[in-house]
């Protein structure tokens, strides 16, 4: 008797322990199919395990909201070489899915259309096939779909047409075939459709041309024909249609006009309206290739949740009993967390805080945020008013752009920040720098007297600031900046001749000219605008674009920092040499730190170096080109223009401020510089 009651306790305790985790909470018995599913040989969600909560810390790539149902599921990058599973369409609740850059194979399940939260779809760059299938049309709350860099083939259905919330579809590099259906004029909230590199064929509908808010229509590579709506002038280079020969229209370049017999039947149905040729929008002649995984893919066994059932049903009062025991502490704890944060920004949960910044690691993270700091919670209005073309984000289209700040986004971090890459849902890149409170002026009037300068600065050497947001439940505010591609000007000094980032002579000239005239547009005064002094400028802060022009950053941040931040950073700036002597027994920046700054980094832009040595400052003087002319260019520059330059920056870093021109002056002096041609 006494070792059938250890034997029946021990059975109990099993299964209080494994079964009722997953009986109890069923969004871990989906979690888990999707690693068996997503993941089948354990190797890159080993942290997802059936005794675990998904909702604690523990789950890697999972957020979840404030009353414990999964939102969100960012994996992507991870190297998963499985299937979607269907079990993903009983997490009722969320909102965003993150798998692209993976190697998942196999078709989108149609169970997928059940999510009817889901705003963020992200399945591109991997290796799915067959067809989309039109149930995604009903998911009446999604606003990105993410389908591109895949291998689905069959059309596009006429169904995506009732996505009324849809901002981006991106079909782009795969196997599409058919027309482009009519329905997707519908979509009055749509900015980006990129159906490019397919097999799409038939004419653009002209109720596509007239959505609303389109700004990027691409197209290019496939065989599509007829007249080009008119409409789509409008668009201007967001319009890209090359490569389909057998396109014409007025107007557009690289098309011919059209012929008469090119012209459309005004009478005639569009493509795939109400007369499609059958169900799922496709017509009869569409080449569907065959799915190479339908035989090879296999099924989730059923056997395990079998096994599970007749567990559950045989210990069903225990599992009861626990459940509810179970539910009451998870609220308990829930409650007593989730009171250290602010209802406002309910949409990120105390789990999701705990996820996000444990993988940031950040030293200023911390839960002790003030409730009170809410800087633009009185006067949001207000501010873009007085400030035209501002822009105020929320926290979720942060959360959004940055896929719930995951690492593999994450640029660099400093001592006061972490910035992050982004995509806003209009499809535009952007970066945001994320600054907690603690960093951060303490008194908020001088705080938004900070952001405000920020907002104003605009010129085509500064990098564009696109918007900020300011969370009261994080305790963090987030700036938002244009994305500027080929890096800093730091990552183009000390390289190698064959590294591919030697810079010509003449691009040379235009940077430090940009830069001059960035720190022009800083220090005068124009309209409301004062003068503003930048106090630490460095190779670093120098972001080079697509076109090699370069872009000032961070300017007027100290502004908005705590002084003993602002301090900090200068640290770094002396160490590269960028402070000026003076600061040391003044204390204070100026105009002419900034040039001294401005001076130093000509010399590196010069040489070629990070590091400026007397031996640069002596070939400058001397007019010795082989000791202040980086040996990359192998002697393909102007010595005039350089001994010039080299001149320049002499002055610049004058030991005496009062020696040192002004950036106007210098700006004439670059002026009058001749580029080679």
């Not at 850059?101 to 779809?121: C, H, Q, R, T, V």
């Not at 308990?332 to 990120?348: N, T, W, Y």
């Not at 010039?644 to 920056?649: T, V, W």
Request: with cysteine; proline share 4%.
């Amino acid at each position: 008797m006494g070792l059938s009651l250890y034997l029946l306790s021990f059975i109990l305790a099993l299964h209080l322990n494994y079964p009722q985790a997953l009986s109890s909470n069923p969004e871990l018995r989906v979690l888990m199919a999707m690693k068996a599913s997503l993941d089948p040989e354990n190797r890159f969600l080993s942290s997802w395990t059936s005794d675990n909560d998904p909702c604690s810390d523990s789950f890697e790539g999972v957020a979840c909201n404030e009353y414990g149902h999964v939102v969100n599921i960012s994996l992507q990058g991870k190297g998963l070489m499985g299937q979607i599973p269907k079990e993903i369409a009983e997490l009722k609740s969320l909102s965003g899915l993150f798998l692209h850059f993976n190697s998942l194979y196999g078709e989108i399940p149609k169970e997928i259309s059940a999510l009817a939260e889901l705003s963020d779809l992200y399945l591109n760059v991997n290796n799915l096939s067959g067809v989309i299938h039109p149930g995604i049309g009903n998911m009446s709350n999604l606003q990105v779909l993410q389908l591109c860099y895949n291998k689905l083939t069959g059309g596009i259905p006429t169904q995506l047409g009732s996505l009324k919330k849809l901002s981006v579809l991106a079909l782009q590099s795969n196997e599409l075939t058919g027309a482009i259906p009519a329905s997707l004029g519908d979509l009055e909230m749509l900015t980006r459709l990129d159906l490019s590199f397919n097999n799409l064929f038939g004419p653009i509908p002209v109720k596509l041309a007239n959505a609303p808010m389109l700004e990027i229509l691409d197209i290019r590579n496939n065989t599509l024909s007829g007249n080009v709506p008119q409409a789509l002038k409008r668009l201007n280079d967001g319009f890209q249609y090359r490569n389909n020969p057998s396109l014409c229209g007025d107007g557009f370049l690289a098309l011919d006009v059209c012929s008469a017999s090119d012209q459309l039947n005004p009478n005639r149905p569009e493509p795939f309206g109400p007369n499609g040729t059958d169900k799922n929008g496709l017509p009869e002649s569409a080449n569907l290739q065959p799915d190479c995984s339908k035989t090879h893919c296999s099924t989730p066994s059923k056997t395990s949740q079998i096994a599970i059932v007749c567990g559950v049903i045989g210990v069903i009062v225990a599992l009861t009993v626990s459940g509810l025991f179970a539910f009451s502490w998870y609220r308990r704890r829930k409650q007593k967390i989730g009171s250290a944060f602010d209802a406002s920004d309910s949409r990120l949960s105390t789990d999701q805080v705990k996820e996000v910044y444990r993988k940031s690691a950040s030293p200023l993270i911390s839960l002790e945020y003030s409730h009170g700091w809410d800087p633009l919670g009185q006067s949001g209005n207000g501010f873009s008013q007085e400030v035209p073309g501002s822009v105020m984000f929320n926290l979720e289209d942060v959360e959004s752009a940055t896929q719930y700040f995951s690492d593999l986004n994450l640029l660099g971090k400093s001592n006061f920040s972490a910035i992050y890459k982004g995509i806003l849902r209009d499809g535009s890149v952007v970066a945001i720098k994320c600054i907690a409170k603690i960093s951060c002026k303490s008194d908020e009037a001088e705080f938004l007297k900070g952001l405000k300068t920020l907002a104003s600065l605009k010129h085509e050497n500064l990098v564009r600031l696109r918007g900020f947001c300011c969370s009261k439940g994080r305790g963090e505010c987030f700036l938002i900046y244009d994305f500027v591609p080929n890096g800093n000007l730091l990552q183009y000094l000390d390289v190698t001749d064959n590294s591919g980032k030697v810079l010509e002579w003449s691009t040379r000239i235009s940077i430090i000219n940009g830069i001059a005239k960035g720190i022009g547009y800083l220090h005068g005064k124009k309209g409301n605008k004062c003068a503003l002094v930048h106090q630490n400028i460095s190779a670093e802060k120098v972001l080079i674009d697509q076109h090699y022009n370069p872009l000032l950053s961070d300017s007027g941040l100290h502004k908005l920092l705590a002084d003993d931040i602002v301090f900090s950073t200068l640290k770094a700036t002396a160490a590269m040499g960028y402070l000026a002597p003076e600061y040391t027994t003044t204390g204070r920046f100026t105009e002419k730190s900034d040039v001294y700054a401005f001076g130093m980094i000509v010399f590196q832009i010069l040489s070629g170096k990070r590091k400026i040595a007397h031996l640069t400052r002596n070939g400058a003087e001397s007019g010795r080109f082989e000791d202040f002319i980086d040996a990359n260019l192998a002697g393909k520059f102007s010595e005039s223009e350089a001994a010039k330059l080299g001149k320049i920056a002499l002055l610049c870093t004058h030991d005496s401020p009062s020696h040192r021109p002004a950036i106007e002056n210098v700006m004439q002096e670059l002026n009058d510089l001749v580029s080679p041609s």
